[in-house]
């Protein structure tokens, strides 16, 4: 078989965001588009002699992608590449693979919540062989890399037939085509209790688990319905498809609409969940309420040790600096350490491979633990219903007692989409010089206690991240957050996160937009967001 050597020029823009590098997808159809990002991986990484894993949420391109990279896999000299079937595996299931193979990382197609499409969007990302996100240092060697690359290497060759199990090969390259659930599924069996929540889906307990026409359908129908008998028809939206049936795969209220409405509605299931396109996220709903990420961080943390995978108890909880503080007052009564990282799950992985954090969550509906080194969204779910299974009790009754006990974190979540970059930038640059002056003024009523602009430094590696989001910090415990999305591919997404403490016994009971008023009319007027950007109301509110 031939090795083409084939020259090519650096494409501007390579650079991967919060979870690696999005495009629209007929950027990443276009010439040597895909080609060069992927070399540029191989080159930081090596793969000479090397094992990955392969596999994506489906979405439009993936089926091709997936050729492309096999072939320039084994161009590069690599041994071995795991597929999931037909070019599928979830984010979860993905790193599953990479730890328990002991391979070399992994390389994953999606642009996980964003819309997929022959319009919409694709993505790449590499994961280590800890299964985690690539770290910082790791992305901007492969950004570099892009700047300079003068030549990829693919082989000539059929495509490879992903659609049956097996092991085939490539160019002398072996390729295990593997089923993309059973070995995410055995994990999950180790973790949770199946035979009590068995029992529960036995006892009448209904669900609805809405994977929103993207890759956790195969899984969810696997587990939920096939090993845990919830009824046929539990699992919705649940086969993945390359345009996720115009669905917009991101799990909250806006885009979730039919389950929330179904969940609020006069027949409402027990517990509804859903996911997002490549199953790393998940929302939470009981009948009647709504679970926010921040408090299902904190309540799977404070209930956990009912779940036999984390009977011992959990060595640490982190979150990510925008997330509610509601998980830390947990940590604090568990007496276990907490950990505030930047926006995104790559900085989680360090505190979980060092034993520092067993559970990790984020206010973007991730949550996960160290069974793997990504959110993962079904475990989360499956966290839930073994918790429901013990406790006997309603989610609704489950939030009231954990409020009851620890206070509340009044918070929501309003994202300004599709702004002009340039005037985004002026924006948070004109927030950013106003800082300093920020300390002890006093506005809606609050007086501001200090703002800053988050930098973190890894406790375990010392590595430093800076400019990781603005934050204005008030007296009565009461905060905003403001930072640009690194997920978007048009613009610029301006995410004002909110929060309010509330220690009860009063006052627990309020819509959380009623609640956060005078913190929302501080953080506009502060960050002058109408002045800059034209917008007044926020497109998405979670
Ligand atoms: C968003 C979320 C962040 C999450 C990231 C990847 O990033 O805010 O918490 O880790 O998406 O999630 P940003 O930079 O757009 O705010 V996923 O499920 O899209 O891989
Ligand atoms: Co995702």
């Keep these: 078989m031939t090795i083409r050597i084939v020259p090519t020029q650096p494409i501007a823009g390579q650079k991967p965001g919060t979870s690696g590098l999005r495009k629209k997808t007929p950027v990443f159809m276009g010439h040597h588009y895909l080609e060069n990002f992927v070399q540029s991986i191989f080159d930081v990484v090596g793969a000479a002699g090397k094992t990955f894993v392969l596999g994506g949420d489906g979405r439009y391109?993936?089926?091709?992608?997936?050729?492309?990279?096999?072939?320039?896999?084994?161009?590069?000299g690599a041994a071995r590449v795991i597929v999931g079937q037909g070019a599928i595996l979830s984010t979860p299931a993905a790193s599953h693979l990479i730890r328990l193979n002991r391979t070399d990382g992994g390389i994953i197609m999606s642009a996980s919540h964003n819309p997929g499409g022959p319009e919409e969007d694709f993505g790449v990302k590499f994961n280590m062989p800890n299964g985690g996100p690539a770290p910082e240092a790791v992305t901007e060697a492969m950004f570099k890399r892009t700047t300079e690359i003068t030549e990829y290497r693919v082989v000539e060759a059929q495509d490879v037939d992903l659609a049956r199990v097996g092991r085939t090969s490539l160019?002398?390259?072996?390729?295990?085509?593997?089923?993309?659930?059973?070995?995410?599924?055995?994990?999950?069996?180790t973790l949770f209790d199946f035979a009590a929540i068995r029992a529960m889906f036995a006892g009448g307990f209904r669900m609805r688990m809405d994977s929103m026409c993207a890759v956790t359908g195969p899984y969810a129908v696997e587990i939920l319905e096939n090993r845990l008998g919830a009824a046929k028809g539990t699992c919705v939206n649940a086969v993945p498809l390359p345009d996720f049936g115009g669905m917009h795969p991101d799990p909250n209220p806006t885009w979730a609409k039919a389950l929330m409405d179904d969940m609020f509605g006069p027949d409402a299931p027990d517990f509804g969940a859903a996911s997002d396109g490549d199953g790393d996220r998940n929302m939470v709903v009981g009948r009647?309420?709504?679970?926010?990420?921040?408090?299902?961080?904190?309540?799977?943390?404070?209930?956990?040790?009912?779940?036999?995978?984390?009977a011992r108890g959990l060595k640490g909880v982190a979150r990510s600096m925008p997330t509610s503080a509601a998980a830390d007052r947990v940590a604090e009564a568990l007496g276990i350490g907490s950990y505030e990282t930047p926006t995104g799950w790559k900085f989680f992985g360090n505190l979980l491979d060092a034993g520092r954090a067993t559970i990790c969550g984020e206010e973007s509906f991730g949550t996960g633990s160290d069974h793997v080194r990504e959110k993962d969204g079904l475990w989360a779910v499956l966290l839930w219903l073994n918790i429901l299974a013990v406790r006997k009790q309603t989610v609704a009754e489950i939030l009231k007692e954990h409020w009851a006990k620890f206070g509340r974190n009044y918070y929501s979540r309003h994202d300004f989409e599709a702004i002009a970059t340039d005037k985004a930038d002026?924006?948070?640059?004109?927030?950013?010089?106003?800082?300093?002056?920020?300390?002890?003024?006093?506005?809606?009523?609050?007086?501001?206690?200090?703002?800053?602009?988050?930098?973190?430094?890894?406790?375990?590696?010392?590595?430093?991240?800076?400019?990781?989001?603005?934050?204005?910090?008030?007296?009565?415990?009461?905060?905003?957050?403001?930072?640009?999305?690194?997920?978007?591919?048009e613009g610029a997404t301006l995410r004002m996160y909110l929060e309010r403490y509330a220690p009860g016994p009063d006052g627990l009971d309020l819509d959380p937009q009623v609640a956060l008023a005078p913190v929302i009319r501080a953080a506009h007027g502060i960050a002058r967001i109408a002045e800059f950007t034209g917008r007044k109301d926020p497109d998405v509110v979670t």
């Design 288 to 310: 009647g309420i709504y679970v926010s990420p921040s408090d299902s961080l904190a309540v799977l943390a404070a209930n956990a040790h009912l779940a036999p995978g984390y």
């Design 171 to 189: 160019a002398g390259m072996v390729v295990d085509v593997v089923d993309p659930v059973a070995d995410y599924a055995a994990l999950m069996e």
């Design 426 to 489: 002026a924006m948070m640059g004109a927030l950013r010089a106003a800082l300093p002056g920020l300390k002890g003024q006093v506005v809606e009523g609050m007086t501001i206690a200090g703002a800053d602009d988050f930098a973190y430094t890894d406790p375990v590696d010392a590595s430093v991240s800076t400019k990781q989001g603005v934050r204005v910090m008030f007296t009565d415990g009461s905060r905003f957050v403001l930072r640009l999305s690194g997920t978007g591919t």
């Design 61 to 76: 391109f993936n089926d091709r992608a997936a050729q492309v990279i096999l072939r320039m896999a084994a161009a590069n």
